[in-house]
């Protein structure tokens, strides 16, 4: 398990949308982020493809790589970590670091119960991902936040601006960081 201090306060998830970016953006961070590799929309051999290229420039430049996927796969493949619902990311093996996607109580009771190294907490603003959803906003985000075990990263509609407004130190992005 990462100890609270090492994971990192930035967090960039990938997605189709930003995959053209990925490669430069993983290079110009300055300070080491967490690469959430996502990527569903590619077929199983290039997924994989895919992610040797971005997790070698990830880690060149210090960054943790997390797979969202088994606890299995990340292992096969080499990620740092595994990334997704509680449940489906249980049990995960002590090499591995488990970031769980939370969205309400129930979800962060789950994560709380396998002792995750860090939730994600989504969506706190609205989203392009998903318009029109309904999102937390600051106030119930930072009430559910309050019962994680661990440390929680916000997701959904953060940008440097959104998160300074939140006041939040761990944030994760896919446009608001590519």
């Known amino acids: 398990m990462a100890s609270f201090q090492s994971l990192p306060r930035l967090w960039l998830l990938s997605d189709q949308r930003n995959d053209a970016v990925l490669d430069a953006r993983l290079a110009e961070f300055t300070e080491p982020v967490g690469f959430v590799y996502r990527h569903y929309h590619l077929p199983p051999e290039e997924r994989l493809a895919r992610f040797d290229t971005l997790a070698a420039i990830a880690r060149r430049a210090g960054h943790l790589v997390i797979l969202s996927d088994s606890t299995l796969t990340a292992r096969e493949w080499g990620a740092d970590g595994v990334y997704g619902a ?67 990263i916000a997701l959904g509609g953060m940008t440097r601006s959104t998160a300074q407004r939140l006041g939040w130190a761990r944030w994760a992005a896919i446009d608001g960081l590519s």
């Open 86 to 152: 509680p449940l489906s990311i249980y049990p995960t093996r002590a090499d591995l670091i488990s970031v769980a996607t939370v969205h309400d109580m129930r979800e962060i009771a789950q994560a709380n119960r396998m002792a995750a190294d860090a939730v994600m907490l989504s969506p706190v603003f609205p989203t392009r991902s998903h318009p029109g959803g309904k999102s937390l906003g600051p106030i119930r985000f930072r009430t559910l936040a309050r019962f994680a075990q661990m440390p929680v």
